[in-house]
């Protein structure tokens, strides 16, 4: 029997086709199970207790040709049913007519199950996303998992056997690097922190490294760990992400201005609305009051309408003759209030919301609308509109209606125009829309100002049906708002030439003005 510590071997000899157990070590019963006197009176329980997975191998070793040798690992089962692992070195003679194998097992249980234990470490290391390395005392590279293969562009048995510093770390970086690894060797002391990466290429990646002892057997610190993290995509991402942030709280911002400008910009409609009432139609109606009181007491007074005479029942006294052409006179000026008052209503719901838009379409609106604008305006504003074949009426109709209103209207408070190009056509199944003027342009300030609360109502009405809209500074003065919106319906316009989908020339707006 073998002490413990002492590696557990026996020798074995066969004699003959049958394999008669010629002789084995006393110490076979710590590998096979059986003792060497039961092996000898049944020989076959040699084979039986090689694992059936190792036997077939085991059989053609025993039974090759006279002179053959070999060294086979395999597997023993036990009686108590657990397994050993042996090495078998043997060799087959032929001594006379005899037939002889003989050879020598070992037990490498203990080292088989070191090599898969290792084996899976390297696996799981390698699985790892993490870069990991390992080097001896001196600093040269012991271990190289793929994931530093991949970091680095250096395969494993490039790395091996060089100075892990100057693979790993940037020059600016590596006095650093072995002020902290001579840290971890000498107190056995773990460490981290962002380094500059070197990868093969040349190119410095940021990084974060964690310096590890590396213990033996014995618990003494025999090298250092390192793991390396690429924290460049960490670091992009977390600046999409505070950029995404910081858009939100503009965003939210925005909203907040946009939500209290319609607020302003509804009080200040229903103000102008009140004025309009009150100013126009009030006159109207009250003048329209007065006349009609002023025919009630005539009828009252007993005045014969009819010829302008006093009733033969009534009293004229006081009251007058009224005369036909008097009675049809005043009969007039009613007529005339009322048609005022009706245009003033009119007028009132157009500004509300043209009724041509719901009718006659957005052709026809935006018409109106560019008619309108030059009346009041005294600008020269040309409008080519190319819609036929139009969808039906929908979300894009108000939308591009509202954009040309409020472009229109940026251009009588701010651009200092003399000429103004309003365009609508269709392409590839959008409507497009360019209001362009040639003005003084819209500040480069502007363009980038979060809270120009028209413009962002305009990209605003856009976005809602799935649409964008721009603003630029058109080439020798002048500014052109582009809106593309889709058109929705069965009935959408087949996609456009390249003819079509030109976009309005930027200084179209400054030539038609010389």
């Keep these: 029997m073998a002490s413990d510590g002492e590696t557990i071997a026996a020798r074995y000899l066969f004699i003959g086709a049958g394999r008669r157990v010629a002789f084995v070590d006393r110490s076979i019963e710590l590998l096979w199970g059986v003792t060497s006197h039961t092996l000898r009176s049944e020989p076959k329980l040699w084979l039986e207790r090689i694992h059936p997975d190792d036997r077939p191998q085991v059989v053609a070793a025993f039974e090759g040709p006279s002179g053959s040798t070999w060294s086979l690992d395999y597997r023993v089962r036990r009686r108590d049913g657990t397994v050993v692992w042996v090495n078998d070195q ?305 979300p894009h109709d108000t939308a591009a209606f509202r954009i040309v209103q409020e472009a229109l209207t940026n251009v009588t408070r701010h651009a200092e125009a003399a000429h103004v190009l309003v365009d609508l056509r269709q392409v590839r199944g959008r409507l497009v829309i360019d209001v362009v003027d040639d003005g003084r342009g819209v500040p480069r300030a502007a363009l980038r100002a979060p809270f120009s609360l028209g413009i962002i109502g305009m990209r605003e009405r856009a976005r809602a049906c799935g649409g964008e809209l721009t603003l630029r500074r058109v080439a020798g003065g002048g500014t052109r708002v582009r809106a593309r919106l889709p058109l929705t319906g069965a009935d959408a316009p087949a996609p456009a030439t390249a003819a079509d989908a030109a976009p309005v020339a930027e200084g179209a707006a400054a030539e038609t003005s010389r």
């Design 90 to 394: 043997g060799r087959a003679l032929k001594v006379g007519r005899s037939r002889q194998v003989s050879g020598r097992v070992v037990d490498v249980t203990r080292q088989r199950r070191l090599e898969e234990r290792l084996r899976v470490q390297v696996q799981l290391i390698d699985a790892v996303g993490e870069s990991v390395m390992a080097a001896d005392r001196a600093g040269l590279v012991s271990s190289w998992n793929r994931a530093a293969a991949r970091l680095f562009g250096v395969k494993a048995g490039e790395a091996v056997g060089r100075p892990l510093v100057e693979l790993v770390f940037a020059p600016a970086q590596r006095d650093v690097v072995v002020d902290a690894m001579r840290g971890v060797l000498e107190l056995g002391a773990s460490w981290s922190g962002e380094l500059r990466l070197l990868r093969r290429d040349g190119r410095e990646v940021p990084g974060h490294v964690t310096l590890a002892p590396l213990v033996g057997a014995d618990d003494a610190v025999t090298g250092v760990v390192v793991m390396a993290l690429d924290i460049n995509d960490l670091r992009t991402a977390q600046a999409r992400a505070e950029k995404s942030e910081h858009d939100h709280r503009g965003l939210v911002e925005q909203l907040r201005r946009l939500t209290a400008h319609l607020h302003v910009v509804r009080e200040q409609e229903q103000r102008r609305i009140a004025r309009d009432v009150h100013d126009e139609l009030g006159q109207m109606l009250t003048g329209l009051k007065l006349d009609v009181g002023w025919l009630r007491r005539r009828v009252e007074s007993g005045v014969d309408i009819r010829n302008g005479n006093p009733s033969a029942n009534g009293d004229a006294s006081g009251s007058g003759d009224l005369t036909g052409a008097q009675l049809r006179e005043r009969l007039a000026g009613i007529a005339q209030l009322v048609d005022q008052t009706l245009d003033a209503v009119r007028h009132i719901a157009r500004q509300l919301r043209p009724p041509a838009l719901d009718d006659l379409g957005l052709e026809t609106a935006v018409e109106w609308l560019v008619e309108d604008f030059r009346s009041r305006t005294g600008l020269a504003c040309e409008l080519r509109c190319d819609l036929d074949g139009l969808p039906a009426p929908g």
